[in-house]
């Protein structure tokens, strides 16, 4: 029988959820394709690996057990990348694999391309064509590096497949919808069966704002910080933080003086977060993957930050642009709630695929 060897490289809680697509198309594949198999073997850097932050992804999304973890840890960007480039080279020079893949636009993202081209490895890129044509975030420049070595370039989006065209690249793009939506899609029933979130902490629907902060451009930078923070603390619906690592060690003792209605939490499980974000009548945002789960479970989105990636949401009335100035977030939550806190009825609902985006990942992979 023919194998199809792959090395999935994750290290950050997105890649963890994108990642648990694929693996389960992987498994699915296996267990009804004659002819072809495929061995996967995941490789954590390391770089998240806060429990809340790593292992109960894992164990809530099933995803098999890492074969390693570099555990490289948190660390400036140039020592965080180098350790994960030293690692996985030695990995992949023993494991030879017909693929890398990698997720998103974290360090390790960068670290697995980096690793793997210079070997002549092909790389997979699952959300590749994603920016926000801002050099200053260090998720742009992963982007941009992975995305030009890649043989595969797996779009989530039409504006994705655009955003590569203009940079020349065309070969090898394929656009096959976002598995994060493929997680949405299998995972929310079985939120609702099991995620206790909303009992424990004695939530009523639609009566709160969720809300997450932790990219660089707002944590490292005390005037948006506060800007945030002072929006929150004025507002009167409730809000409900699960606060990023990064975040919290900002804040410090701060933690305690987040005024207002606003409750924080500890970082939740994905299936806490889905029931989190359906119940929430509001969500206030810079992660890239909750501007597109507040879409696909229907709720409006204010998105913390000065641009998006996510270019589709804005155009169809889903998500306001508002940065950090306590005046525009104010604004944005106010027009939202003039609408009556809901999006607008007559929303496309194939923006990001079918919802079997990592079924195409692994048709080209396998080449079936
Ligand atoms: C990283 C990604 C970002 C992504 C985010 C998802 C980069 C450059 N950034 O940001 O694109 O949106 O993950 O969550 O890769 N920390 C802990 N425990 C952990 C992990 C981190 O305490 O398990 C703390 C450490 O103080 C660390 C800080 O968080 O220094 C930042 O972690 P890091 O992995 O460097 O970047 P993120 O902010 O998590
Ligand atoms: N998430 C979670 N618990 C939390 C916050 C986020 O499970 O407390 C999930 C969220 O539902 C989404 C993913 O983590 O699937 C997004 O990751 P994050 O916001 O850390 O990174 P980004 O998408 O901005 O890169």
Request: glycine share 8%; hydrophobic share 45%; net charge negative.
């Amino acid at each position: 029988m023919e194998t199809v060897k792959i090395i999935t490289v994750v290290g950050a809680r997105p890649q963890f959820v994108k990642a648990a697509a694929v693996t389960r198309a992987v498994s699915a594949f296996n267990d009804t394709q004659g002819g072809v198999c495929i061995d996967e073997r995941i490789v954590h850097t390391g770089q998240h690996y806060d429990e809340s932050m790593s292992k109960v992804f894992f164990e809530e999304l099933r995803i098999p057990s890492p074969a390693l973890n570099l555990d490289v840890g948190s660390g400036p960007h140039g020592r965080q990348t180098a350790e994960m480039l030293a690692g996985l080279e030695r990995v992949l020079l023993e494991e030879r694999p017909d693929w890398v893949v990698i997720y998103g636009d974290t360090n390790s993202t960068l670290a697995g391309a980096l690793a793997a081209a210079k070997l002549h490895i092909p790389v997979a890129h699952v959300e590749a064509g994603l920016r926000s044509f801002n050099r200053r975030m260090p998720e742009e420049i992963n982007r941009v590096v992975a995305d030009r070595v890649s043989a595969a370039l797996f779009c989530p989006t039409a504006a994705s497949v655009e955003n590569l065209a203009r940079e020349g690249i065309i070969d090898g793009v394929h656009q096959v919808g976002d598995v994060m939506y493929d997680s949405v899609l299998f995972n929310t029933k079985l939120a609702e069966q099991t995620s206790g979130v909303m009992g424990r902490l004695a939530l009523k629907a639609k009566a709160f704002y969720l809300a997450t902060v932790h990219r660089a451009e707002n944590t490292d930078d005390p005037a948006r910080l506060a800007g945030i923070l002072e929006a929150f603390g004025g507002m009167e619906t409730p809000i409900v933080l699960p606060l990023h690592p990064r975040t919290r060690k900002t804040l410090g003792a701060d933690r305690e003086r987040v005024g207002g209605a606003v409750r924080v939490i500890d970082p939740v499980s994905y299936l806490d977060m889905l029931m989190l974000e359906r119940n929430a009548r509001l969500i206030l945002t810079d992660s890239g993957g909750v501007q597109k789960e507040a879409y696909w479970l229907a709720v409006p989105c204010v998105t913390l930050r000065d641009e998006t990636e996510w270019v589709e949401l804005v155009e169809a009335g889903c998500n306001r642009i508002a940065g950090a100035a306590p005046e525009a977030i104010r604004q944005a939550v106010d027009a939202f709630e003039g609408e009556g806190a809901s999006l607008p009825a007559d929303r496309s609902g194939d923006l990001y695929g079918d919802g079997h985006s990592a079924e195409k990942i692994v048709a080209v992979l396998t080449g079936r």
